[in-house]
């Protein structure tokens, strides 16, 4: 039987937060809402690696959030709501996490939402490029 | 009987809690949206409302993965803002309205809508945002307020038929209170814009101007669309155009455009605003 996200998986460069994407990455998210507290974004900056041993993540995950790995973490069950509390904790904006996903520059990417933003057409169908 | 004084839809972009902290209004790459909105401010001040019901997504402040209602609507005396993490400045408690809140949720559960109800809410920047853009200048908000927040950050989502058929559920509820009080229903987010993944970036303006076109005269016309094809169009976030949907269908009968705007970009996503003003507001003021 087809799953819920199969039929999001011709939109190209796009991961749908589903069921299987939730329950893969709900430790990992909860780390990302303990950032909420000012507290406890001083306690994970002071010790990274310590501070992610306190939820129960993957080995895989864990090195995500070390690595910056947006993509990574995405791919392992972040939602990008929750994962933005990372980016802020760093002093980045969601813009600079959106270029990182990318993989363009934040200036490349500037200028591109600057310019319009990246164009529906093309961007619609990993199956019809031409759409 | 309550007046249904018309619907305000705006996005509600984090970044724009930044600029208003930081006072960057005229600033070259804020101005183009920020001029959108004194139109907007000068109709809610002639529309007097005393109530605001607001659609919204919440996005992990109030609710988060271990327990994620599609729609939950707020019957609290108070509701406050909180840190969300992403470094925006808290704004100062609303004020609710438990009876009109109760009303609505009496009238959404008779219409088959099973609604998660909160005695207790916080409220984040989709609710606060568009708050502070439509009544600047700080201190106590004018208005109380009526949230009612739609999933839309865990798939499977609602579709924007059922959006719509909330919309028009609240609406209903708003006609039918006994108060006296003027009532403004909001709408938040989008429009079209995606924050993940390599199609980040992802901006729409056909589709964008096609839905505002829509919202006025035919909004039925969006209910055609699956939460799927919003992805597809509008981007992976783009489907918070579903609370623009609902807080358009709450109105009664025909509206009239009052004021829309539209500008690409704010960070990552496409700004738009919209008023809307039902026609009997209209016929009133002119008899």
């Known amino acids: 039987m087809p799953g819920y996200n199969d039929a999001f998986k011709d939109i190209p460069g796009t991961t749908v937060f589903d069921a299987t994407q939730s329950r893969l990455g709900y430790h990992l998210n909860m780390f990302c809402m303990s950032l909420m507290k000012a507290e406890n974004r001083a306690a994970f900056k002071a010790d990274e690696r310590g501070y992610l041993a306190q939820f129960p993540m993957s080995d895989a995950q864990r090195q995500a959030v070390l690595d910056r790995d947006y993509n990574r973490m995405i791919a392992l069950g972040g939602n990008i709501y929750f994962l933005a509390k990372i980016g802020a904790t760093d002093g980045h904006s969601f813009q600079n996490l959106a270029a990182k996903m990318t993989g363009m520059s934040e200036e490349a990417y500037r200028s591109m939402m600057i310019a319009g933003g990246r164009p529906a057409q093309g961007h619609r169908s990993r199956s019809d490029p031409s759409r | ?287």
């Open chain 2, 1 to 287: 009987m309550a007046t249904i004084v018309g619907a305000v839809t705006s996005s509600h972009v984090p970044a724009i809690g930044r600029a208003l902290e930081k006072g960057l209004q005229q600033d070259p790459y804020w101005q183009p949206f920020f001029a959108g909105y004194p139109p907007a401010q000068r109709w809610i001040a002639q529309a007097k409302p005393d109530v605001a019901v607001v659609f919204y997504q919440d996005h992990g402040l109030n609710f988060f993965l271990d327990a994620m209602p599609t729609f939950a609507v707020g019957a609290a005396a108070e509701y406050r803002n909180a840190d969300e993490g992403w470094g925006i400045p808290t704004v100062a408690p609303f004020r609710g309205d438990p009876a009109l809140s109760w009303h609505v949720i009496e009238t959404l559960v008779a219409d088959e809508f099973d609604v998660t109800t909160c005695q207790r809410m916080l409220v984040d920047h989709a609710l606060t945002l568009p708050m502070a853009l439509l009544w600047p200048g700080g201190g106590a908000w004018p208005v109380r307020i009526v949230p009612i927040t739609m999933n839309h950050v865990q798939h499977p989502l609602p579709s924007p038929r059922r959006a719509y058929r909330l919309g028009q559920s609240v609406g209903r509820a708003l006609a039918s209170w006994p108060g006296d009080e003027r009532i403004v229903v909001l709408g938040t987010g989008g429009l079209s814009h995606q924050l993940d993944g390599r199609r980040a970036g992802f901006i729409n303006k056909p589709f964008d101007l096609m839905c505002m076109d829509a919202l006025v005269d035919e909004p039925e016309k969006l209910t055609r669309y699956s939460a799927l094809d919003l992805v597809r169009e509008a981007g992976a976030q783009g489907t918070e155009l579903m609370a623009w949907i609902a807080a358009r269908a709450a109105l009664p009968g025909r509206v009239r455009k009052v004021h829309a705007h539209y500008h690409v970009p704010v960070s990552n996503t496409a700004a738009g605003l919209m008023v809307f003003e039902p026609e009997s507001a209209v016929l009133a003021r002119a008899a």
